[in-house]
């Protein structure tokens, strides 16, 4: 099993920036993706960022690349997601996930592979 608990959401204004973490833990991670999504009222949840605990190289969605980086402790157990530039179309639940399971690189942004969930956390961009 693996327990992911995310923090650091919030209220900001347009332009602003903002830094999520998420703690994992329960079973090894050295296998696993790590990744972060998000889901606006009414709307499906969709990727946002992820990576592979083995490796240092990033996924990113088209619509975050540049603004948004996604960064990991393993000494800490915990991924983080560096939000800058928000826009207020960005407000959503913001959820860490994580999978076990050896996925490909066009797999890594499916919700549909990822296993296990952190409860969210509420970021709210402002105009």
């Known amino acids: 099993q693996v327990q992911l608990v995310e923090s650091g959401g919030g209220l900001v204004q347009a332009g602003d920036s903002l830094r999520l973490s998420c703690a994992a833990s329960?079973?090894?991670?050295?296998?696993?993706?790590m990744g972060w999504f998000r889901q606006a009222p009414g709307k499906e949840r969709e990727f946002v960022a992820a990576?592979?605990?083995?490796?240092?190289?990033?996924y990113y969605a088209d619509s975050v690349r540049g603004r948004f980086t996604i960064s990991r402790s393993n000494t800490k157990n915990m991924v983080f997601l560096q939000m800058t530039s928000l826009k207020p179309e960005e407000t959503a639940v913001y959820y860490c996930?994580?999978?076990?399971?050896?996925?490909?690189?066009?797999?890594?942004?499916?919700?549909?592979?990822?296993?296990?969930w952190g409860q969210g956390t509420q970021v709210t961009v402002s105009s």
């Open positions: 996930a994580a999978t076990l399971r050896r996925i490909t690189a066009a797999q890594i942004i499916d919700v549909r592979r990822y296993d296990y």
């Open positions: 329960g079973r090894t991670f050295s296998s696993s993706v």
């Open positions: 990576m592979r605990w083995s490796e240092s190289s990033p």
